[in-house]
């Protein structure tokens, strides 16, 4: 099985193999520096849960954000470097999608893959852009969501 990290490979491979090589990614193209800046919070902003939840998520979204923005340099000069290139974004943005924000409830890993697809045809290139994609797919997600919870409450009536 060709590790591609679209819907087929994600659904067949072991999570926590996923997981790990996910992880190890991320360590590999988020400076540490960077790593204890995004997760070093102020006083009010672990005030109450709402807030640390909220700075938190905030973290994982920027960390996800400088890693995605990262994968063309590193994989720039190897063999393949575009398919390269696409596979670890997918990664990254499955992780985005299943452990940073658990989304796996509310989304189903279909729509999550095809919605990656789309976003791979014009995939920004630094950390900016990056935040501006993620924050829209989480839009995205909520959406959908939402349509869902008025589906099924439409259905339960």
């Known amino acids: 099985m060709q590790r ?16 790990e090589f996910s992880l190890r990614m991320i360590h590999r193209l988020v400076p540490e520096e960077a790593m204890t800046e995004l997760f070093t919070f ?5 005030a109450s849960e709402e807030r640390m939840q909220s700075a938190k998520f905030d973290a994982m979204l920027r960390m996800t954000a400088i890693a995605l923005s990262e994968v063309n340099l590193a994989f720039s000069e190897s063999e393949n470097s575009q398919q390269n290139i696409e596979r670890m974004t997918r990664l990254l943005l499955w992780h985005f999608y299943a452990i940073s924000f658990n989304l796996e409830q509310a989304i189903s890993l279909k729509v999550h893959c095809n919605k990656v697809e789309k976003i791979l045809l014009q995939a920004p290139t630094e950390a900016f852009g990056w935040v501006k994609e993620l924050t829209e797919l989480l839009h995205f997600y909520a959406k959908i969501n939402d349509n869902n919870g008025l589906s099924e409450s439409n259905q339960s009536k």
């Open 42 to 46: 102020e006083q009010e902003e672990v």
């Open 4 to 19: 591609d990290y679209t819907l087929t490979c994600l659904t067949t491979m072991p999570r926590e193999e996923l997981e």
